[in-house]
């Protein structure tokens, strides 16, 4: 029976944790803007990627960048 009471007071806690973490939420202005999130990804701001890579060093390309010197082993 004292198991019941602990789990009860406990879930009383995290209750109360989680509506303080709520009203801070909504006080900071978390929940203001609820449109502009949805639309975002609609937004062309970054250009392609391909524009951004560099070009890969073929010389550094990978870990066997040694193997032509040292011979093939099979």
């Not at 009471?5 to 801070?24: K, N, P, Q, R, T």
């Not at 970054?46 to 060093?57: D, G, I, L, V």
Request: aromatic residues 14%; proline residues 9%; glycine residues 8%.
């Amino acid at each position: 029976m004292s198991a019941i009471f602990f789990l009860i007071g406990f879930s009383l806690v995290v209750a109360v944790g989680f509506l303080i973490a709520f009203f801070w939420a909504v006080g900071s202005g978390q929940y203001e803007d609820a449109y502009t999130p949805s639309v975002r990804m609609l937004w062309d701001d970054q250009p392609p990627r391909s524009a951004q890579a560099p070009e890969a060093n073929p010389s550094s390309s990978g870990p066997n960048t040694n193997a032509s010197s040292q011979g093939d082993p099979h």
